[in-house]
């Protein structure tokens, strides 16, 4: 037996273009299309680059190790509004599932 799998990656700047569709810089039928795609996804990846998420802060009063990781709030909210709008995209039919690398 066979399967055919499709696999289409949007990066975090086209992902931000489709959010804000009004003025981008991509011809609006590539934004429409890629919008097409990700509805008539069975099933999605969402990767997290957590290195954008946290930060390490480093210093004697830090209890662990000297080091912590720290969320910055900006990146946290961004992160948010693109999981909104893509829960948007997919609605109730798809799975969604998301992955994460650690800042080193």
């Keep these: 037996?066979?399967?055919q799998i499709s696999l289409i990656?949007?990066?975090?700047d086209h992902l931000d273009r489709m959010m804000a569709s009004a003025g981008a810089a991509?011809?609006?039928?590539?934004?429409?299309?890629s919008e097409q795609l990700v509805r008539a996804a069975m099933r999605s990846l969402y990767f997290v680059n957590a290195s954008a998420l946290l930060r390490v802060e480093r210093g004697a009063e830090v209890a662990d190790h000297g080091r912590r990781l720290v969320l910055i709030p900006e990146?946290?909210?961004r992160l948010v509004e693109r999981l909104s709008y893509l829960s948007q995209l997919f609605g109730e039919a798809a799975a969604v599932e998301a992955e994460a690398r650690r800042p080193r």
């Design 1 to 3: 037996r066979y399967a």
């Design 75 to 77: 990146q946290v909210l």
């Design 9 to 12: 990656e949007i990066g975090g």
């Design 26 to 33: 991509a011809p609006a039928t590539v934004l429409q299309r």
